[in-house]
């Protein structure tokens, strides 16, 4: 990240943490709270759920001023829907550049955050492209 704080729960907002993690697609879809945070420098508008096998995912979002904080916030809601066993990261994207407070070298720098991969088992078998979960590897 060079600005925005991501924090991705698999399930929901009272799911589980869902980077590094291998979760079931349970129904054929993962329930997703993606948390983004940011100074008013750093401001997003796009997220891209990125797939290592299927097609991307795109939602715009708007943040809101937390008034005790002074950060910027959104909470985006998705519902994701695998057809395989697939992984996916979690993008966020700005459009308003960082020049201003890194200096006149970085004037085209965009605000931009990834999660980590989470792997999806959507078969059921516990290894989603090759992880595993504990209990698939006794």
Request: some cysteine; aromatic content about 6%.
């Amino acid at each position: 990240t060079n600005g925005p704080f991501l924090r991705m729960k698999v399930g929901g907002p009272s799911g589980v943490e869902g980077s590094g993690s291998l979760v079931r697609a349970k129904g054929g879809t993962v329930k997703l709270d993606v948390h983004v945070e940011c100074t008013e420098w750093a401001q997003d508008s796009s997220l891209e759920v990125k797939f290592a096998k299927a097609p991307s995912v795109k939602q715009s979002f708007v943040l809101t001023k937390d008034p005790l904080r002074g950060a910027y916030v959104a909470n985006v809601p998705l519902t994701l829907r695998p057809r395989e066993d697939d992984a996916f990261v979690v993008i966020v994207r700005g459009t308003k550049p960082l020049g201003p407070l890194l200096g006149p070298e970085t004037s085209d720098m965009l605000p931009y955050a990834m999660t980590g991969a989470t792997w999806v088992d959507v078969n059921g078998d516990g290894v989603a492209l090759g992880r595993k979960t504990a209990a698939a590897s006794k």
